[in-house]
C-alpha cells in the first residue's frame, strides 16, 4: 500500500487544496497582467510608443512585472503539490511532470527579466547622455523579442507539462476521466499557440485564452473533489 503522507508530511488531501488555491490565485493573477495591463502598453508594437506608455503608466508596468512574477513563484507551489497527489499513479511519470513544471517556471522567470531590462532602459533614455533614443530603442525592441520568443517557449513546454499531467489523471483509475481529457486539450491549446508563434509569421489566433477556462475547471474539481481522493494508483 502507498502511504497517503509522503516524507515532509504532506497528505494526498492537502496536495490537492495546496494546488486547487494555486491555481485559483494564478487563474486570476496572470490575466490581469497579459490580458489586461501589457497590451495596454505595447499598442501596435512602435517602439517610440512602448516608451510612451511605459512612462506614462510606470506604476502599472510595475504591477504587471510583479503579478507574472508572483505567477511563477505560485506555480512551483502548485507543482510541488500535484507531484504528490499523482505520484500514487506514477512516481516516475510525475516526476517528469514536476520537471517540465520547473522548466516553464525557469523559461518563464527568463521572459520576465527582457521586462526588467525594458523598465531599465525607459528610466535611462530620458537622462543618459551618452546614448541617443535610437539607441535604447534598438535595445528594447531586442528585449521585447526576447520576452516575446521566452514566453512562446515556455508556452511549449508548459504544453508539454499540461499533457503529461492530463495523461496521469487519465491513468487515475480513481479519477474523472473528463479531467483529463480536459487537461489534454488545454495542453493543446498551449502547443499550437507556441509552435504557432514560432513557425508561422503574423500568428493571432489566442487558442489559450479560449482553452485557459480548463484550468479554473481543475482548479474547482481539486478543491472540491480532490481533497477527497483516498489512496489508490499504481507506480
Known sequence: MIDDVNPFGLSRSKAAVIAGIGLAINMIVAPIAFFGILPGIFGTGDIAIVFANILASEQQFRIAIFLLTLNFIVDIFVFWALYYFLKPVSR????LTLLFGIMHVMVGLLSISNLTSLLHMVSRVASDSLFSAAMFHAQAAVAIDAFNWAWQAGFVIFGVHLFLRGSLFLKAGYMKKWLGIALLIAASGYLIDGF?????SGYDI????YVGILEAVLAVWLLVEGRKVGIGGQE
Do not use: D
Open 196 to 200: 504557432g508563434q514560432m513557425l508561422i
Open 92 to 95: 516516475s511519470l510525475s516526476l
Open 206 to 209: 489566442p487558442v489559450v485564452g
